[in-house]
């Protein structure tokens, strides 16, 4: 059984328009390879067949997941939300207590995680170590240079 995801409306309209853009215009384009290479003779000694073939097979398992993932999608109502605890949709205001440097997160499912634009999977370490807390609370995180500890300053939904 697959692990439930919640999702924004506009993170699983995504998901579904790359879905759509498999099915509809990368399958074609794989069949449309492999008719090709089989027009091209003898398949036994068809390198180009063979590499149209596998690419096929590995477009369909990347159809497979993503509709696994759609299958156990669910959408999440934001305006619903505890703002007194991290949760997942959570923007959370957090300070290094090392350092003292300030960081903004939005805690979202794995596949709509894009630090460049702060929004951090709740899967990865730090997401791990935010969700449940409070505003004031500390959060002590192992992440892979040792361990870090931030505190909750802010928690908001946005």
Do not use: C, F, W
């Not at 007194?84 to 997160?105: F, P, R």
């Not at 460049?116 to 505003?135: E, N």
């Amino acid at each position: 059984m697959s692990k439930v995801s919640y999702y924004t409306k506009e993170g699983l309209k995504k998901l579904r328009d790359e879905l759509n853009h498999l099915k509809d215009v990368e399958r074609p384009r794989a069949s449309q390879a492999i008719a090709d290479a089989r027009d091209k003779g003898d398949l036994s000694e068809n390198a180009e067949y063979d590499a149209a073939k596998e690419a096929q097979g590995l477009l369909e398992l990347q159809i497979a997941k993503l509709e696994a993932t759609l299958a156990n999608a669910r959408i999440i109502d934001e305006s619903q939300l505890d703002t007194s605890k991290v949760l997942i949709h959570s923007t959370v205001e957090v300070k290094n207590t090392a350092n003292g440097m300030t960081m903004k997160y939005k805690l979202v499912a794995q596949s709509e995680a894009d630090l460049q634009a702060g929004k951090i999977s709740v899967d990865s370490p730090i997401g791990k170590g935010l969700l449940g807390k409070s505003k004031g609370d500390l959060a002590e995180i192992q992440v892979p240079n040792g361990i870090i500890t931030l505190e909750i300053l802010t928690i908001t939904r946005q």
